[in-house]
């Protein structure tokens, strides 16, 4: 190959790839099917008698009937909103695998967002900050 | 009797630790620092140890139902290998694992020291400090020869922790948790993940001893540097192992759940990770100093946390299997650890030398940092989101959960900037690297990712996160195996061939080509973790026999059931033949099953997996409704990939292990070169 068709290469190749990549992932308007939504829904969701495992994920007769009445309420029309709510209403807030990012929630998410911070900080000091040494 | 003499064993062992402190802080003050000052006291802390290993062993197999830990943990129909595994595989007996491996790595470290090593006395002093938690637990709490002095309904129902008094023996002991010896995984998870906690203890141990000697230098990271990476190999596949397990037994499919012991075993780990690149940036450059320190207390004080959270029942699992005083000890042990080195680090803060500045962010050196600042970050929000349902209780008395979607949510920004780093990283030069020295070695890379990410959305895969994943993991994968070649294509100058000027350049760095690969291994690892939860197939189908129904790409029919009677459980299951899409090209044929133990009233969804290049096709059995069975179908594509790119990584780790191996000093060195061993 010459150095001509090496350099056309180089710009080819990864403009290809990213046309190939945008049209493939430009955004779509359908809707995530009952069964994806279910087990998203099951993941996220404590089962109540079980140690640290969630709806999806136990085999008790619970977990299975809960996982039921989750397809029920898809297939009755309800938001994901509304059968979270359903499952706080009857076992507390406690069923949430993910608590909600309100109130002292926030504090999950705001520590280490704040050490991530931080954490940068002290490596930006630990910079030289005279002149630059380059070594390949 | 057997009893007498394991509890005897545990004491001499006892006695042992406690005079190798005493011996081991005296020598490493002496004029000569002579390491057969502390043979005796050592030897008594192995040969009892290992005594009491082996009598419990005995004692289990010779069905000794007198001793309550056997009548609680084993049985007569329980299988070999599992009753061999129940030595270790409950609360006592992993005291005792424990203890063993102490010792058995105490007597290493000794092997290795010379006259005049007071730094290496001092750690086998911190050792035997350790081992006096671990065989003074042994001897109280959590005693395995505990006599059972009561026997109800043919089951031991009350004991005594002291082996004296008289003993009463069931007909038959109660036999393993049915979790646990269900599959054979069980018996190798456990001690592998021993292995790799116990092994943090000699860095920590080596660390301690340098600052208590106020010896900051970089010699007890040359010292101790083989054994982090040998603790972090074994932490690595006991992890990989559990995951394994967990996808073979638990019948949901998953190998990682975010489970609070899962995340006590991933903390030390990434805390170990974050501390072996560190210990790179001091070994080459003398930087991190302090940093070094405090990242192998943490570690250390995470696998003693670990233990903390998996066995006193604090924060409810599926693997917190036991509560007793063992949890407040070990809470104990964990104070001391924290407070006491920390404080010695304190006091010795004056002895660290001041870090010579970074010359620049973009350096290998920038790198690391950027390494240690995400796994240090992403360790604590993996032990502050699994702590923090206890925190909010304590002081609100709210109760609340932190599960997998909070996890899944940070770990997925995390994995991405993560393999950037790692692509950038692995070809970085030391001190500053030029804008185009970055360009030159990392454009390859970049369109071996953009090429890949295309490839993966021609074959059909529409999901951005997936795409993302894979993209880069191209471009860490790329970028690696460019600067591979481009380092063998130098040293091809003389007249090599290019196995040749592989084997040399790979050769002459083991522990950064080992680096390289067991990146590779995370580039692969992401790319499965990706694909096995955001293209999964989760569908339940409902057939009675001879029925079938299409899945996917596959034909699944239900072909006939059976029942089988083994010692200690029941075997039901379904036999169900896996064909292609059109129901006519027969695949495998697959055997769901349902366990049930009748003495523990439990009955476990044993599923089955039939494994294939592009994924798995995984059945469990969900629920029998009359004739009908209901089986739940999963399909994982790349499933293989998760093990493979784990297994990766170990050997990136083992490959690594071979540098100190070579560079190892035969010899002690005079003083004034000590400082160059290892490099």
Known sequence: MSDRSRTLAWLVVPVIALVVIAIGLRPSEAEPDAEARAYALGVSLKCPICAGESIASSQTDLAEDLRGLIADEIAAGSTDEQIRAMFVASYGEQVLLEPPSSGWGIALWAAPLLLAVGGGIAIYGLRRRESVVVER | MIAILGYAAILVALAGAVGLVVTGIKASRS???????????????????????????????????????????????????????????????????????????????????????????????????????????????????????????????????????????????????????????????????????????????????????????????DRSHRWSVLAWIFLAAGILLGGWWSYEVLGWGGYWAWDPVENAALLPWLAATAFIHSAIVQRRRSMLQAWNFVLIIVTFALTIFGTFLTRSGVIASVHAFSQSLVGPALLGLLAIVVFGSLGLFAVRANTVASAPRLDSLSSREGFLLLNNLLMTLFAFTVLFGTTFPLLVEAFTGREVSVGRPFFDRVAIPFGLILLLAIGFGSVAPWRAASPSIMWERSRFGMNVGLV???????????????????????????????????????????????????????????????????????????????????????TEVTLVQGETAVVDDYCVEYRDAFERTEPERVVRGVRVVLYDASCTEQKAVLEPRLHEYPKFGQVIATPDVRTGLIDDVYLNIAGVDGDAVRLSVLIFPLQWLVWFGGLTILAGGIVALGRTVRGRPQAPLPEDRRDEAHV
Not at chain 2, 32 to 52: K, Y
Not at chain 2, 461 to 467: D, F, G, M, Q
Not at chain 2, 479 to 508: C, E, M, Y
Not at chain 2, 526 to 533: D, F, G, L, N
Request: a neutral charge.
């Open chain 2, 31 to 221: 004029v000569d620092q002579d390491p057969a000052a502390v043979r005796m006291p050592l030897f008594a802390l192995f040969g009892g140890g290992i005594a009491a290993a082996v009598f419990l062993e005995i004692a289990i197999l010779t069905h000794d139902f007198s001793i309550a830990y056997v009548a609680q943990n084993s049985a007569r129909g329980t299988p070999f290998v599992f009753l061999v595994a129940s030595g270790w595989a409950a609360l006592e007996g992993s005291v005792v694992m424990w203890g063993v491996l102490l010792a058995l790595f105490s007597l290493l470290v000794w092997r290795r020291l010379w006259r005049g090593d007071g730094l290496g006395l001092g750690a086998l002093a911190v050792m035997g400090a350790v081992s006096v938690f671990w065989f003074g637990l042994m001897a109280t709490a959590a005693n395995p020869f505990g006599i059972c002095t009561e026997v109800a309904n043919g089951v031991c129902s009350a004991s005594s922790w002291l082996p004296v008094g008289s003993a009463v023996a069931a007909a038959d002991g109660i036999g393993p948790n049915p979790l646990l010896a269900n599959h054979i995984l069980m018996a190798f998870h456990p001690p592998m993940l021993y292995l790799g906690y116990v092994g943090f203890t000699v860095p920590f141990a080596f660390g301690i001893s340098a600052l208590a000697r106020s010896e900051p230098g970089k010699v007890w990271l």
């Open chain 2, 452 to 538: 890949a990410a295309a490839l993966s959305v021609v074959l059909g895969v529409r999901s951005v996160p997936v795409v993302a994943v894979v993209g880069l993991a191209g471009f860490v994968i790329g970028t690696i195996a460019h600067f591979l070649l481009h380092q063998a294509r130098r040293a091809r100058a003389g007249d090599k061939t290019w196995p040749q000027a592989l084997a040399s350049t790979v050769g002459n760095d083991l522990g950064f080509w080992g680096g390289q690969l067991a990146h590779v291994g995370v580039a692969l690892i992401a790319v499965a973790i990706a694909t096995t939860s955001a293209l999964a197939v989760r």
